[in-house]
């Protein structure tokens, strides 16, 4: 059974730099399309980033140019470099799937940005 352990998250001021990590068992991410999702209080969970291997990317367009996704087959980790965070990127942080979350989720990672 496919399984994610989300990490990284944490508060950060407006501004700030945090990166998230996804340790992934057991899929083979040379090969597997993965992706981060988001879910704010009172909000569906939405798609953030995806990555088709080898290099292929998408962004929702609020992250555009502020993060950035990337993968580590030898460590089985997914990555998600967040940059010029604002307020309305607080909330909690999922990896799964690419294309659509077909996996059961993990227990995600909380982030939250405040002055």
């Known amino acids: 059974q496919v399984r994610f352990v989300e990490s990284g998250g944490g508060v950060a001021q407006p501004g700030e730099s945090l990166e998230l990590s996804c340790l992934v068992s057991?899929?083979?991410?040379?090969?597997?399309?993965m992706g981060w999702y988001r879910q704010t209080p009172g909000q569906q969970r939405e798609k953030v980033a995806s990555?088709?291997?080898?290099?292929?990317?998408n962004y929702l367009d609020s992250v555009k140019g502020r993060f950035t996704i990337s993968t580590d087959a030898n460590k089985k980790t997914v990555y998600l470099q967040m940059k010029i965070l604002k307020p309305e990127d607080t909330g909690v942080y999922y990896c799964?799937?690419?294309?659509?979350?077909?996996?059961?989720w993990g227990p995600g990672t909380q982030v939250t940005v405040s002055s």
């Open positions: 799964n799937g690419g294309e659509s979350p077909v996996w059961p």
């Open positions: 057991p899929v083979n991410l040379n090969y597997t399309i």
């Open positions: 990555l088709r291997p080898p290099g292929i990317t």
